[in-house]
């Protein structure tokens, strides 16, 4: 089925019996369950879920023998499924790249597409920053640990991040 063939059909049903569809799907599948926690619970919930990606993240990056730049990206990709909080996603986001620049530094020279993936990583942290020009303002006054970070390691990672944030904070 598709989207709209499914809101069709959720829309000739009862209000008890969608509350029974939505906690039966909860019961089946914790993905479902979590994405209404996160959908329906408050700041705190939020806020403890962004702690524990964060934690788990950060383990991720301590790997060093096992470690996937894609497994870390996936954890970032599942937190923004799950939470609604722009500021919390771009937070992490902020967390993967400064991990995976520590990362490199600590570790050495890693595959362009590592790189990458932190170039891309940014241009979508700031992308969700950019829907407040508050949280963008922040993420302005945070550069400075990223780009020092990312003046320590090769593959013009920093020339990229320079450029990418220029497109957000041009003339400021």
């Not at 500021?87 to 520590?102: H, P, Q, R, V, W």
Request: aromatic share 10%; proline share 0%; hydrophobic share 40%.
């Amino acid at each position: 089925m598709t989207i709209l063939q499914i809101k069709n059909k959720l829309s000739d049903f009862e209000k008890d019996e969608l509350v029974e569809l939505i906690i039966s799907a909860c019961k089946i599948n914790s993905v479902i369950k979590n994405v209404f926690s996160s959908q329906l619970g408050d700041r705190t919930d939020f806020q403890k879920l962004y702690c524990n990606f964060q934690k788990k993240l950060e383990k991720a990056f301590e790997q060093k023998d096992s470690f996937n730049i894609n497994n870390a990206v996936k954890l970032v990709t599942q937190f923004e499924n799950e939470c609604t909080s722009v500021e919390l996603i771009s937070a992490l986001m902020k967390d993967f790249i400064i991990n995976a620049i520590k990362f490199s530094i600590d570790f050495g020279d890693m595959e362009e597409s590592y790189y990458a993936k932190i170039a891309s990583m940014l241009k979508k942290c700031l992308k969700y920053a950019s829907s407040s020009g508050e949280l963008l303002e922040k993420h302005l006054s945070e550069s400075e640990e990223i780009l020092e970070l990312a003046d320590k390691i090769g593959w013009c990672l920093s020339e990229e991040i320079r450029e990418i944030y220029s497109m957000y904070f041009n003339g400021r």
